[in-house]
């Protein structure tokens, strides 16, 4: 019945479809197909589901139990009991099981007349025949290939295989250290520019130990570099500085970016994901051991599905695949099959953007308007990720409350065996659940249930209340997930095979089905065939790895070039299609991705390759003439300066103050909340923020839940946690000068560091002076600096002993604090304010620490403190 004529197109069978309706329905029933059966359901059927059904269960309407009687589809996949509908099977189907049902509390309709006998009749009628339904009109253009991508196939620099071009001639041979200054140098020389000088010492040391690691050179590093800068040495430093656990934090933090790491879903109802942080500590050890990079992307896209020869390293495998799952997602989507393929496209999003920069997910609705990425070709990878479970442990629920949106059965259970809890206690336990919720379900909803109690809330609230908070005792004893031993990943579905084009995007509109597959945009000479029974996840990462692929290497090279110099190569670094930027250096990028892969895809030595360039050890200096002709610096004749990232500027101060924590943090303050709605004004959140404020481990270590920046990281442009980031936003505001100025953690760690320089009684106040420029900026104070710091320090301790203020204790707060959540009936009437985060007072004991803490904090706040040159 279902006619296909197969193209070949770049070694991939691409089904163009002839459908007739049964195909396209995905069923073999008789009249369902032929115009009597259609002529039936509009005249007998569809008046039934529209007088009787849609006011409560259609797309425009509260579809309640996530049941939509308006769409076929949408009745064979039922709502939250079940499929509504069997084909051919009235007597268990549930629609007609409701209609007939004599229970006045499960009979449907709820409200209005109950359906006549005949109607019945007509529906059992129309069942068994084969839910007759009319077809979808198919688009025309859906797998037609439009005719001008086969130029664009051919004419775009990214969709080329790699080159292994040869090094270019140079005017001035001395100046080239390696063939990536043989490159610059070619296209300074063919620009009439000539390079600027090297970086001093003191600059370049400072610049590659935040470059590598995140954090700022102590004063003896500073000095020793100082007195022996000489290649070897700068080579040497370089290697100490790859090889320190601070280095797999900081370009782990880089990866995280890229991975939209969050510890919550984020929108609408914000469900916390307790075990995120083993993903991030996931990480962080793979960058810390230079996990090859084409490993890297396998074990995050398909680790459940490689091989592992014990209980820790299944574990990690599965822990890596918190990648696909860690994303955003909305629970308080009405449809299943819209969470499905929304929680789909998230996916491919992800998977796309950050390993071949490409924005895929534009082809969901119609083919690419830029790129060679046709419907079918998204359709075909949705079918590996529809035959993936997203084991995120959240479901969908429209207005859902409390543990509603908590799927324990979908978290990816650990290989570590949990041990096992006491049988009598959860036997106690599970009593008084089973108790609270026949108390709940005999009041939910009556007449005595929604009557207002004294306190003007509903009758039935303290019921509930009660049913959540025994359901979350019992999980916290019983359940794996709870007790630590599953993670967010993902697994192969039950249900494996390919999946339809959605008309227009719309999940319930089918399309013709596309085979599972990779993208055509460019041509691979091997292509992996996806195994029958299997998802395609595994094939997906061996595809996206292969040494063919033009795009995996290009891109993570132009990553790592963009964090070393602040551009990339490719100045738009997610996003290599035809309207993303042109490569400033095309032969460079594809030497150094053809090295990379012969490298065995190792990020530290493309790293050390990349600094020890001299292009990368340039000063900062900047001619009028150069920024007449390259204003950018896109041809590398300077060393362009960045500003710190959030994450730095915060751990810079606290190493700066001593009193960064050098120990990884264990775990996250969220692994101690449940998947229940997080409010931004609740006390869990409060809770959050405060621990946030407080914690001295490195920034990578904060709790990172969607739409609760720390305040610590709030002015300086932290990543946003939605979509893939490879480059962050660097601006400079007016509000960052105010938080530096008036923050309490910034005040702490300026006192913290006065107090630490007084307390060096071997020292006068000249030394003093010069050590904390060494720990601020990284660098010694001019003669002219020193004694303006003097001076200031002088007038300062002798104003404050004049004006010192009032230290005595201040009464504490008396405000009320909820000390437990409690679910309101309707969540979408929680109050929304943001919480008010209590902030410690920061007091010096002695005037000249309060003159040498406002010194420091000026150090803070200069700009000096918050650039690298």
Request: net charge negative.
């Amino acid at each position: 019945m279902k006619r296909i004529r197969i193209i070949k197109m770049n070694r991939f069978q691409l089904p163009v479809f002839a459908l007739t309706a049964a195909a396209l329905m995905g069923h073999r029933a008789v009249r369902a197909e032929e115009p009597e059966g259609i002529a039936f359901f509009e005249k007998k059927v569809r008046p039934i589901l529209s007088e009787h059904c849609y006011s409560c269960h259609a797309a425009d309407t509260n579809a309640s139990g996530g049941l939509r009687v308006d769409d076929r589809n949408g009745l064979l996949a039922g709502g939250k009991t079940g499929p509504a509908i069997i084909e051919g099977d009235p007597e268990n189907s549930l629609l007609l099981q409701r209609v007939r049902h004599g229970n006045a509390k499960r009979q449907m309709p709820k409200e209005g007349d109950l359906l006549t006998e005949e109607e019945i009749a007509d529906l059992t009628t129309w069942i068994k025949d084969g839910v007759a339904w009319p077809r979808e009109k198919i688009p025309a253009s859906i797998g037609r290939v439009r005719a001008d991508y086969a130029a664009l196939k051919t004419s775009h620099w990214a969709w080329q295989p790699l080159s292994k071009p040869a090094l270019p001639s140079v005017a001035d041979s001395n100046w080239p250290l390696g063939a990536i200054d043989q490159f610059i140098l070619a296209r300074l020389e063919s620009s009439k520019l000539s390079p600027v000088p090297e970086a001093d010492p003191v600059t370049l040391i400072r610049r590659i130990t935040f470059d590598l690691t995140g954090l700022p050179p102590t004063p003896a590093e500073i000095e020793a570099f100082r007195k022996n800068s000489s290649r070897e040495n700068f080579a040497m430093v370089v290697d100490r500085l790859l090889e320190s656990s601070q280095f797999g934090e900081r370009w782990g933090r880089h990866w995280l970016d890229v991975a939209r790491y969050g510890e919550s879903t984020g929108p609408s109802r914000n469900i916390p994901y307790p075990n995120a942080w083993k993903y991030r500590d996931y990480v962080l050890d793979a960058v810390s051991k230079d996990l090859p990079y084409n490993r890297f992307i396998q074990e995050q896209i398909a680790g459940d599905l490689l091989p592992a020869e014990t209980p820790a390293e299944r574990d990690r495998l599965l822990t890596a695949t918190g990648f696909l799952a860690l994303g955003v997602k909305d629970v308080n989507q009405r449809f299943k099959t819209r969470f499905i393929m929304d929680n789909v496209d998230e996916q491919i999003d992800t998977v796309t953007r950050s390993v071949l920069g490409l924005t895929v997910s534009c082809a969901r609705c119609h083919d690419h308007k830029f790129d060679p990425i046709p419907t079918t070709d998204y359709y075909s990878l949705a079918g590996i990720f529809t035959s993936t479970d997203d084991c995120a442990g959240v479901r969908n629920k429209m207005g859902g409350g409390g543990l509603d949106y908590y799927d324990p059965a979908m978290l990816v259970k650990l290989a570590t065996e949990a041990p096992e809890p006491p049988a009598e206690e959860v036997a106690r336990l599970q009593a008084i659940v089973d108790e609270t919720k026949k108390a709940w379900d005999a009041i939910r909803g009556t007449p005595e249930g929604l009557k207002p109690a004294a306190n003007g809330k509903p009758t039935q609230r303290p019921f509930r209340v009660k049913y959540e908070a025994a359901r979350g005792d019992l999980l916290a004893l019983s359940d794996p997930a709870t007790r630590g031993y599953a993670v967010h990943g993902v697994r192969e579905a039950k249900k494996v095979g390919d999946t339809e084009v959605r008309i227009r995007g719309e999940a319930e509109r089918l399309g013709p089905t596309v085979q599972r597959g990779f993208l055509t945009a460019f041509t691979m000479a091997e292509v992996p065939a996806i195994t029958p029974g299997q998802s395609g996840r595994l094939e997906l990462a061996q595809w996206l790895t292969s040494p063919a692929n033009p795009l995996t290497p290009r891109v993570i090279v132009n990553r790592v070039w963009q964090h070393l110099f602040g551009v990339g190569i490719v100045n738009t670094v997610d996003n290599f299609g035809v309207k993303g930027d042109q490569p400033s250096h095309p032969e460079l990028l594809d030497y150094l991705a053809s090295e990379f892969i012969g490298n065995d895809w190792s990020i530290k030595k493309l790293i050390k390759t990349i600094v020890l360039s001299r292009a990368y050890q340039l000063g900062g200096e900047a001619p009028a003439g150069h920024q007449e002709i390259d204003p950018a610096n896109r041809l590398v004749w300077r060393h362009s300066p960045r500003r710190l990232d959030a994450e730095e500027i915060r751990d810079a101060m606290l190493a700066s103050a001593g009193r960064l924590e050098s120990k990884p943090s264990n775990g996250s303050p969220v692994r101690e909340l449940r998947m229940v709605e997080l409010r931004d004004n609740g006390p869990e959140a409060r809770k959050i923020q405060e621990q946030a404020g407080r914690g001295l481990s490195r920034s990578v270590y904060l709790p990172l839940l969607r739409g609760l920046t720390p305040a610590t990281l709030e002015a300086f442009d932290p990543v946003q946690q939605t979509l893939v980031t490879g480059q962050r936003d660097a601006s400079t505001v007016p509000t960052q000068a105010l938080y530096l100025l008036n923050s309490t953690f910034v005040r702490q760690q300026a006192l913290a560091l006065a107090e630490r320089e007084l307390a060096e009684a071997d020292r006068d106040e000249p030394d003093w002076i010069r050590h904390a420029y060494l720990l601020t900026l990284g660098r010694e104070p001019s003669v002219q600096e020193a004694a303006r710091a003097e001076k200031y320090l002088l007038e300062y301790e002798s104003a404050y002993r004049e004006l010192q203020p009032d230290t005595s204790p201040r009464p504490a707060d008396e405000s009320a604090e909820p000390t437990a959540e409690e679910e309101p009936v309707n969540p979408d009437d929680i109050d929304r304010t943001v919480a008010l985060v209590k902030e410690d007072v920061v007091q010096p004991k002695t005037p000249k620490a309060a003159a040498w803490a406002t010194f420091i904090q000026a150090l803070y706040a200069s700009a000096e403190f918050r650039f690298v040159r």
